[in-house]
């Protein structure tokens, strides 16, 4: 038995006030012995009897009552009755990936695992405690009209989503509706790809009960991959698509909803998909954004993909022989390319690359280490000179291997400084030394620290500078011989030190930082939403969202669900029992699977069997009090 309200215990305390007036009226009195009385005496006594029974009786009826509407108070409850439920709290996940959007037997999963999850919110009581936790980690609390509400409101999301995270906030939830019974319900479509072998969750004590709608597999068709390259348009590219189907498929491109390109790819496996390189001139400039479409299947949400591209004139560079043959060769070719180009004599937005020694050099600057030793102090003083607050330390021999500092704990692979300078093997560096002079003001962020070595920052960059603690040698670094090298120099000239901005690949519900210079995201229908912080939780509906400084398109946000969500057998073949893929992925003492809404309903109730005490205690407490009435009125 557990209590509501174990305060209102103290009421029991009243019980002394009848047992008080009882002693208070009992008559002590000199006892004189009165021959003439002895009879009267002698009746009084046989009445006595009666009379003391009588007393006793109301005494304990009293108290019976007292204590019957104390313990109400304090709200007991108990699985005695075996009628109704008990108090429980009640956290319900409802699984909304991007896979719940499939249209099954013409309707909706989703709509199903909602109406699974609106019976359940219909059996709550006043005395329970119930949420809505979804895949993307929102949480919605409230009464049963406030979740009801909830429930209506919610869509799939554009994106897989986490659901080990949502069922290990709502074990939390159903534990802090203590005393009241936890029990954590699951309605999901089982759909793998959502709930990570990698992240299973312990519920130790809490009942988990999950409910998995299966349903036949759809012949799903989806755009895995649209990769525009390069990174700027002048004003053309390529953009690369990857299709799955199980038939062949007709796509089409799309430049800020024109449609551009079309095609068909044959049918393709998810592990083998259909690949198509297209080439692109685009008539607008500045950010555009772009799509590969499919025509509509069952799975509407992976039949388009979204991309976005900067199509602006190539950036232009001024090359100084410093900065060795290696990098001179780099930049000749991606001149030659048509990806930069030279300035001219007095160009001002001109990026100059060159070594950190040579003299004459102006903001914006991409600039590496001397590769004689002697020349670093000169090296120094041309920094101190631009306001680079970075110096190169002593001079380092040992062969070490760069890495990227993890954001966000863990290292961005995907990003092209990661395939740049993670595990690139260094030999000859000048650690860089945070140094901003005694007459600057601190920096109000950590230094962006792009790449460290030894444990050193190797590569870092500013406002108007890049600076690298190597020469570009293979004597120094492996870094020059790294197919990843003029990918990453393209970026950092026209990224970094041009103005193209911040170019951000995320799925739905993703955390991203590093936005400390941006003001506002610019969501696809055109509203603007500020940006309070450096951090920002990508939106939950793929497309492509504009990063804001002020008025200015400084960046896109280009949001895609993961192609995993597209493969439909995945949930049927990661276990021998398909219908309790998701219940193997929860480890505790009581975890099962029902096999539909009704036995999932039935199921959770079970877990808090029983009632709440407080209408039987009330009931014997005015039972007591009447039976006290009645034997005082004889």
């Given at each position: 038995m557990a209590f509501l309200a174990p305060a209102f215990l103290a009421l029991g305390l009243l019980a002394g006030v009848p047992l008080l007036v009882h002693l208070l009226r009992r008559r002590v009195g000199r006892v004189i012995d009165f021959p003439a009385v002895r009879y009267l005496e002698r009746m009084e006594q046989e009445h006595s009897r009666d009379l003391?029974?009588?007393?006793?009786?109301?005494?304990?009826?009293r108290l019976l009552a007292v204590l019957a509407l104390a313990l109400a108070a304090a709200r007991p409850i108990a699985r005695l009755l075996g009628v109704g439920h008990a108090p429980m709290a009640l956290a319900i996940v409802v699984d909304n990936s991007l896979s719940t959007g499939v249209v099954q037997n013409g309707r909706v999963l989703f709509d199903s695992l909602r109406v699974d999850a609106r019976a359940l919110v219909g059996e709550l009581t006043?005395?329970?405690?119930?949420?809505?936790?979804?895949?993307?980690?929102?949480?919605?609390?409230?009464?049963?009209?406030?979740?009801?509400a909830g429930l209506d409101a919610l869509q799939p999301l554009g994106g897989r989503g986490d659901l080990a995270a949502a069922t290990r906030r709502a074990v939390g939830l159903a534990r802090s509706g203590a005393p009241r019974t936890p029990v954590v319900a699951i309605v999901s479509d089982g759909q793998r790809s959502s709930f990570r072998s990698d992240s299973v969750v312990q519920s130790d004590e809490v009942p988990v009960i999950t409910l998995q709608r299966d349903g036949p597999l759809p012949r799903n068709r989806a755009v895995l991959q649209a990769t525009p390259e390069p990174v700027r348009w002048t004003p053309g590219g390529t953009v690369t698509l990857a299709v799955t189907s199980p038939d062949s498929a007709a796509w089409r491109l799309t430049l800020n909803g024109r449609t551009v390109a079309r095609g068909t790819v044959p049918p393709a496996t998810l592990e083998a998909p259909a690949r198509v390189t297209q080439r692109l001139a685009s008539t607008s400039s500045g950010w555009v954004r772009g799509s590969v479409e499919l025509d509509a299947d069952a799975l509407r949400a992976d039949d388009t993909r979204w991309f976005a591209v900067r199509v602006a004139p190539p950036p232009t560079v001024n090359v100084r022989g410093e900065g060795g043959v290696f990098l001179g060769a780099a930049l000749g070719t991606?001149?030659?390319?048509?990806?930069l180009a030279r300035a001219r004599a007095g160009e001002s937005r001109a990026v100059t690359v060159s070594g950190a020694d040579a003299p004459g050099t102006r903001l914006p600057v991409l600039l590496t280490a001397p590769r004689d030793p002697i020349a670093v102090g000169e090296a120094n003083r041309q920094l101190e000179r631009l306001g680079i607050p970075w110096r190169f330390g002593a001079i380092a021999r040992s062969q070490v291997l760069a890495r990227v500092p993890a954001r966000g704990g863990a290292v961005d692979t995907s990003s092209i400084s990661a395939r740049a300078f993670d595990g690139t093997p260094v030999r000859t560096r000048y650690p860089l030394q945070y140094s901003p002079g005694s007459g600057a003001a601190a920096p109000t962020g950590a230094p962006d620290t792009i790449a460290t070595a030894g444990g050193a920052p190797w590569v870092v960059a500013g406002e108007g500078y890049v600076l690298l603690g190597s020469p570009v040698d293979p004597e120094a670094t492996d870094l020059p011989l790294d197919a990843a090298f003029v990918p990453w120099l393209l970026e950092a000239l026209a990224r970094r030190l041009g103005d193209d901005g911040r170019l951000i690949?995320?799925?739905?519900?993703?955390?991203?930082?590093?936005?400390?210079?941006l003001t506002g995201l610019e969501a696809p229908d055109g509203t603007v939403s500020p940006l309070a912080s450096d951090r920002l939780t990508v939106p939950t509906q793929a497309g492509v969202y504009f990063l804001r400084r002020q008025e200015t398109r400084a960046g896109a946000l280009v949001v895609n669900g993961e192609p995993s969500e597209s493969e439909f057998a995945a949930a049927a073949t990661a276990t021998a029992a398909p219908n309790a893929?998701?219940?193997?992925l929860v480890t505790g003492r009581d975890v099962v699977t029902a096999t539909d809404g009704t036995k999932w309903q039935e199921a959770v109730f079970s877990r808090a069997a029983g009632?709440?005490?407080?209408?039987?205690?009330?009931?014997?407490?005015?039972a007591a009090l009447l039976a006290e009435a009645y034997v005082s009125g004889r």
């Open positions: 003391k029974l009588r007393n006793r009786l109301l005494l304990l009826l006043a005395d329970d405690r119930a949420w809505i936790v979804t895949a993307d980690g929102r949480v919605i609390g409230g009464g049963p009209d406030a979740l009801r991606l001149v030659d390319e048509g990806r690949e995320a799925s739905p519900g993703q955390v991203v930082s590093g936005l400390r210079d893929a998701v219940a193997a009632q709440a005490l407080l209408l039987p205690l009330v009931a014997l407490a005015l």
